[in-house]
């Protein structure tokens, strides 16, 4: 079981996104708890109404949305009557158990959970005295619930991942997304010898995943934010995104720059270079490849080769990352050779049908000539 924990400044905001799942009939609202209705005699409007009104009578507290998921594994085959036990239960050690919320269970992607909406602001116009600590302690809650639920937990890895020691690609919808992030996160910061982001994104995007930074004229660039995002198989986001702040890790843009300086002057580094230079070299000269069939021979040697398009310049910049010896490399640090036309240069283009078919013809005719010139001998 994990929480996800966000606040919001609008409730209508919040509650559009519940209620479109709802109408598209991917959710469905289990639970209103504490409102003056049951839940089948709620409107939308009765619920944005009863919301607005109760946020309207404190207009000094910032953001008084709460709107948390419960995730949980998808093995826990829990029924509509259990996950409003739990959430319940939930909200209450959480201190928000006297206030009005809503329980919708979600089913637009392949494991169970809920979302929660409440709201800080009570009927006198106070807000909840929840200490920003309590939220620290959500973790805690959720482990001591998944033990009382007989719940699979999500902060174990799965097995044959740690038998791997690699996490899984991670596929929206298919897995819980923070617990997921974590686990390649885990795996990946601090353990590849990268030395800038575009390097770390490299890696990540082997497991769909991505550092971002935001747009330069972004509130997050500003103020060097950093934000994990899952990706699909074309490399373009999906689902939702996460603070790097959110993990147990901490992998910031701050943490990570001290990284990077680190394995810049890594005493190996040159060493590592030549490393994948060689194998290169190597793949090359024993017989002509073309670009995929270089790749294909340099996984043999556990090298992965990453292409990724530069958002600024407009082209693509290639990568190495070498899984032995856990160093990334662009590749123009490699050298001329190793990427661009250089590279291109050194690979055989990728023939289609017909040409294989006229490059056999040509060498048919050629072994001809050759034969008829030597009977003539």
Not at 33 to 44: I, Q
Not at 65 to 70: P, T
Not at 327 to 347: N, P, T, W
Request: charged residues 30%; positive net charge.
């Amino acid at each position: 079981m994990f929480a996800k924990i966000g606040r919001g400044q609008e409730i209508a905001e919040t509650l559009e996104y519940n209620e479109e799942k709802l109408e598209a009939a991917q959710a469905k609202c289990l639970w209103a708890g504490n409102f003056a209705k049951d839940v089948e005699d709620l409107s939308r409007e009765d619920k944005r109404y009863h919301f607005t009104r109760l946020i309207s009578l404190n207009e000094n507290v910032h953001k008084p949305v709460l709107h948390i998921s419960l995730n949980f594994h998808p093995t826990d085959k829990l029924s509509d009557a259990q996950l409003v036990q739990i959430s319940r239960e939930y909200l209450e050690k959480m201190g928000f158990g006297r206030q009005p919320y809503l329980i919708y269970r979600h089913t637009d992607i392949a494991h169970p959970h809920t979302h929660l909406i409440t709201t800080y602001i009570q009927k006198d116009g106070k807000a909840v005295p929840v200490p920003r600590s309590q939220f620290y302690y959500s973790q805690q809650i959720s482990r001591e619930m998944e033990l009382r639920y007989h719940l699979a937990s999500l902060g174990k890895r799965d097995r044959m991942q740690e038998r791997s020691g690699q996490p899984l690609t991670i596929q929206y919808g298919k897995v819980p997304t923070m617990p997921a992030l974590s686990n390649v996160l885990d795996k990946v910061v601090g353990q590849y010898k990268c030395t800038s982001l575009e390097e770390l994104n490299a890696v990540l995007r082997l497991y769909n995943v991505e550092a971002y930074r935001g747009r330069e004229e972004s509130r997050l660039y500003k103020y060097r934010g950093l934000i994990y995002r899952v990706l699909d198989e074309q490399g373009k986001r999906t689902g939702s995104q996460v603070k790097a702040s959110a993990f147990d890790s901490k992998p910031t843009l701050a943490r990570l720059e001290r990284q990077f300086e680190l394995h810049r002057s890594e005493p190996r580094r040159q060493e590592y270079a030549e490393h994948i230079q060689a194998a290169v070299d190597w793949a090359l000269a024993q017989r002509q490849l073309d670009p995929a069939g270089l790749e294909k021979s340099l996984q043999k040697e556990r090298i992965t080769m990453v292409r990724m398009k530069d958002k600024t310049a407009g082209e693509e910049r290639l990568f190495y990352v070498d899984h032995q010896t856990r160093s990334v490399f662009d590749a123009r640090q490699l050298g001329e050779r190793y990427h661009g036309k250089g590279l291109d240069q050194r690979c055989t283009p990728k023939l289609t049908p017909e040409q294989q078919q006229e490059q056999v013809q040509k060498s048919i005719q050629q072994q001809r000539g050759r034969d008829e010139q030597s009977l003539e001998l």
